[in-house]
């Protein structure tokens, strides 16, 4: 007899990495799984855009040799020989001028900081992969932290203006843990006594990475239902889940939420406690420019901006990394826009975008000829990274819900960071695992 007849029924809520992340983390386990995205394309953050020469990912993404679940999901999934890395350089962006980072002699000739600045400075991001303990920072003010350990100059000429350009007003609230492992990452980029930068991308983009998943789960019997829009997620309490789509109900033995807050508590009609989670989540958007150019702006993949004049968290230049031709004989640039939900900005139509980032173009390279603009893709999301403020990790929502058989796994339960793919990866098999025993989940098989 066929068992799949007898095997539990999923239903996912959202199409984006995280719901692909968890379907395939169910598949694995046996389940019979059934996603649901209310979008034409699946991805999410992911997903990729035609920028008019060629087509590539909507948001900057890059691979670290520490991505350990993104690198496993590759494998799985044949595209681990697709993977290329790259020797890349940092910048840094600070009163009209920019200073190469991508050694360490660059670093003790960084002329904004003082010498014994530099050394703090150097000191600081050392200690952060050996002394402190993440957890314990969870509770402690990133900005108390890194004016302690670095100096007020070191504050104000680099840590504020960065901080500030990625979380707006959340800057001063932010927990030190929030930085520690922002570092640690990046750090994980660099090798070798001199600390040379190596950062990998997937040949193809993103774009093939989907695709390549997307094949993997429907060979697994997982249905990839697009442009389905979830109204509302009911649990029911003699066992079992509802979806209400635009196309009738569909039950299922459980159903796994990984849509945003905000969505989340709409589809579970939230109250009380639980709405109170949901709502109590501050998110960072982002709106992002990304330049097709006929010449090159900068030498660096991260160009870090500390300037006032610039609004912008930095330049990143994704043609400095990816050199497989892809992009010839043009240049691709992002350049990021955070921002938190209030702002006045998001009322700004695509000709105001467009426009605002233009004038950042200018005047990061005020000798841009207009005509080297090929084209400029306005992208935006408005829930990309919580706020991780001082004690987050004690007010996040958990994965249970009032909804009996539904649970919530998404972005607000990712406290140990900066949100990125791998970090995704990981929380929902993190999440699959602690909800094993409730669920009588076995194991996932090593090649899901």
Not at 169 to 181: G, K, L, Q, T
Request: include cysteine; proline fraction near 5%; charged fraction near 20%.
């Amino acid at each position: 007899m066929d068992a799949s007849l007898h095997a539990p029924r999923a239903g996912v809520v959202g199409g984006g990495m995280m719901g692909l992340a968890v379907a395939r983390e169910l598949t694995g386990r046996g389940w019979q799984v059934q996603l649901f995205d209310g979008a034409a394309d699946l991805g999410g953050l992911t997903a990729s855009v035609d920028y008019g020469p060629f087509t590539w990912d909507r948001f900057y993404h890059c691979v670290l040799q520490t991505d350990t679940a993104l690198l496993d999901l590759l494998d799985v999934i044949g595209l681990g020989a697709a993977l290329r890395w790259e020797r890349t350089t940092s910048g840094f962006y600070h009163q009209g001028r920019t200073y190469s980072l991508g050694s360490v002699a660059e670093f003790l000739r960084f002329a904004p900081l003082r010498f014994h600045d530099r050394l703090r400075l150097g000191a600081f991001i050392a200690a952060c992969g050996r002394v402190f303990d993440g957890d314990a920072l969870e509770q402690v003010s990133c900005r108390d932290v890194l004016r302690r350990w670095c100096g007020e100059r070191v504050w104000n000429v680099v840590w504020r203006p960065l901080l500030r350009a990625k979380l707006g007003p959340a800057a001063d609230s932010i927990s030190a843990r929030f930085i520690w492992d922002t570092i640690n990452r990046l750090n994980s980029a660099r090798s070798g006594i001199r600390k040379q930068e190596s950062i990998g991308y997937v040949a193809g983009g993103y774009g093939r990475v989907l695709d390549a998943l997307g094949d993997h789960l429907r060979r697994r019997g997982v249905g990839l239902h697009t442009n389905a829009h979830v109204h509302a997620v009911r649990g029911e309490a003699r066992g079992g889940a509802t979806l209400v789509t635009e196309d009738g109900p569909v039950d299922f033995d459980h159903v796994f939420v990984t849509a945003n807050n905000h969505a989340a508590a709409r589809m579970l009609e939230a109250e009380g406690e639980f709405a109170a989670r949901l709502g109590g989540v501050e998110f960072m958007g982002v709106v992002v420019g990304g330049a097709v150019l006929r010449r090159a702006l900068s030498p660096h993949y991260i160009l870090n901006v500390s300037d006032p004049s610039i609004e912008l968290t930095g330049l990143i230049g994704t043609s400095n990394l990816v050199r497989d031709g892809s992009f010839a004989p043009y240049h691709l640039y992002y350049l990021p826009r955070y921002l938190v939900q209030a702002d006045p900005d998001w009322q700004r139509d695509e000709a105001a975008w467009r426009a605002f980032f233009m004038d950042q173009l200018q005047k990061l390279a005020p000798d841009l000829d207009p005509a080297d603009v090929v084209s400029l893709q306005v992208s935006s999301a408005r829930h990309v990274q919580p706020v991780l403020d001082c004690g987050y990790r004690e007010r996040m929502p958990g994965l249970a819900t009032p909804r009996p058989n539904v649970w919530l796994v998404n972005t607000s339960q990712c406290f140990q960071g900066p949100v990125n793919v791998d970090l995704v990866l990981r929380h929902a098999r993190n999440a699959l695992d602690e909800l094993a025993p409730r669920l009588s989940l076995p194991a996932p098989a090593l090649t899901t």
